[in-house]
């Protein structure tokens, strides 16, 4: 009794290990699931840093809105009162605001060379999708070439078997 007891317990522990190994099928599955999960992630991230992009985006421009707003506004205050008070305060405002356009201009020039280096990595990229293509182009057409060259020989192999069955 003990013996068909014992007998038992090591049949139960030996299915217990093979139902935790997982099947082929069972595997395969885990695979795709993995695969389709790993693709949904990659999406959010996708996602995710096209939102961060628009956001900074947005707050620079919402920055370069508000610095012009500032700047308006100091001169809108400040144009009055130079015009009313003595010539230094007019010299003042005046210099005051030269060196606001240099800031203005040297922003300016800071943006234009941004966009130039964005406008120039844009181009290199396209080139690179442009020569990428063409080698796409030409795989396709070498592929397509050697597909019809594999009919002709099947055709010439099968005519030299006809005349060798034929002699």
């Known amino acids: 009794m003990q013996i068909l007891a014992a007998k038992n317990q090591e049949i139960a522990k030996i299915t217990r290990a093979i139902d935790e190994t997982p099947t082929r ?8 699931r993995f695969i389709e999960l790993y693709e ?6 996708v996602e995710t840093r096209k939102y961060y992009e628009i956001y900074n985006t947005l707050n620079e421009s919402y920055q370069y809105m508000t610095n012009e707003d500032n700047l308006l506004n100091s001169i809108i205050d400040g144009f009055p009162k130079a015009q009313k008070s003595s010539q230094k305060a007019k010299e003042s405002f005046l210099a005051s605001f030269q060196g ?3 800031n203005v201009n040297a922003n300016k020039d800071h ?7 964005e ?4 181009d290199a990229l396209n080139q690179k999708y442009a020569a990428l293509l063409e080698g796409q182009r030409n795989y396709f057409k070498a592929v397509k070439e050697f597909q019809e060259e594999c009919v002709k020989n099947e055709k010439l192999t099968e005519a030299f078997q006809r005349e060798q069955a034929a002699q």
């Open 40 to 45: 949904l992630v990659q999406d959010k991230l």
């Open 25 to 32: 099928s069972e595997l395969l599955q885990y695979e795709r």
């Open 119 to 122: 406008a120039a990595t844009r």
């Open 100 to 102: 606001i356009l240099q």
């Open 111 to 117: 943006v234009e060379k941004e966009r130039a280096a």
